[in-house]
């Protein structure tokens, strides 16, 4: 079975805050999901199938109480920050194989008012626990193994974060708007070798929700018709410590197992949302799903490559994660959201890719250079 | 992270009791299938290569190359080096560098392992050798 065409995007909502101190975390998974019902046309009764993160408070079971939901599937898969989009994909398998007809997904949460609960752990506690490792050291050691095999530069990762910017400056909510330069990026104070400051996604509060459905329910309603094609979905750790090699993540696997679904290429993709945690995870990620050879991602990015109108991949183009909005830093959410944006033609007119109808949204969770997973999603505009 | 930081108690289990006792006596153990003859670290009872259960401990020589690190330049207990050690006798495993000077680490440095005290049994580090 294939979700090839089987699962419609016809909702979206990115909520507007970056900072929300005087909400609770629930209120914005119910404000986020409020929004996506009103962006669709659907209201509360219809959704049949909800889906969240270890962003929601008490878990799937407490967030389909809280929002008063009466759902006949559920899943509450996470992985991190690719959370989101390992549900998209879910939420078309279960569309496809008719377990639910309207899914909800949210994420939501506040870690720039107050912080984080500690990640989950497993047998690995007492081997790694000690050793402070956080995301910044850990993508600053991927950063570290990368330049020391293919030369890549700071001034290379920096070009990443430039391109980001100078989408961010159209978007009213994003939380950095101003234009850098590589210079202003190498400039910036060293976080974790060889990672600056600028190298570095924002911390925001916020989030975002999406409504997942069928064809014939999506063609019932108003929006423009943008469908799942393909999907992929990996892990990848050190496994024993024989697999060591940070210089790919498991996109390697979830990306060419959506390309292959889709039917597509690289090549014909028009727009490509990338998670940013960092901009080596910008890097990397186009290396793992073939937009350019491995070791070959300096190279690619650099010179304005990724910037809407003026390079070949015009990537992330509300800003992404590095200057607009990384909800409860977790970006794969606000990906698909910038995806079908730009597949429905609603994206910033300054940044709108022309007659834009095949574009990807894929992300990592958890930290790239120990385990993480991966999630690829290309969706298309009917 | 410098000589003042107290580091956390391993907790220990029954999989992993064995080679808690042994970094008490200066020893890194690894754990290697006798069935596929592949080493591991952490350890694990069952082989994550073959999944036979016929696993042993091996005492680790200690000695290994930085395969990558980052310096957080800054944290509650001042700055640390994180990195991978790729052990002689194969596995990588996650550690900091210490009793060094942590700005002039190099990919592919030999290091050795030393340990560091805890309220209960002792942690493995790695230092330059």
Redesign the interface.
Known sequence: MTIKGKAYLAGIYEHPTRHAPDKSTSQLHAEIAKGALEDAGLTKADIDGYFCAGDAPGGVMAMVDYLGLKVRHFDSTDTGGCSYLVHLGHAAEAIAAGKCSIALITLAGKPRTGAMRPRATGAELDFEAAYGATTHNIYGMCAMRHMHEFGTTSEQLAWIKVAASHHAQYNPHAMLRDVVTVEDVLNSPMISDPLHRMDCCVVTDGGGGLIVTTEAIARSLKKPLVRMIGHGEAIKGPRGGKDLDLTYSAGVWSGPRAFEEAGVTPKDIKYASIYDSFTITVLMQLEDLGFCRKGEGGKFVADGNLISGVGKLPFNTDGGGLCSNHPVNRGGMTKIIEAVRQLRGQAHPKVQVPNCDLAIAHGTGGLLGVRHAASTCILERV | ?DSTVK??T???NP??KHF?EQTVEGKLLIKRCTACG?????P?SIC??CFSDQTVWEESSGEGEI?????????ASGP?A???V??KE???????FVDCNMHSLK?GQKVKVVFKS?DGAP?PFFTPV
């Open positions: 992270m580091y956390p391993p907790q220990g999989e992993t808690w592949e080493a591991h670290y952490f694990r994550p290569f395969y990558s690190f980052s310096l957080m330049r800054k944290s640390y994180i990195g991978y790729t052990l194969g596995p990588s495993l996650l550690t900091n990919i805890t942690l």
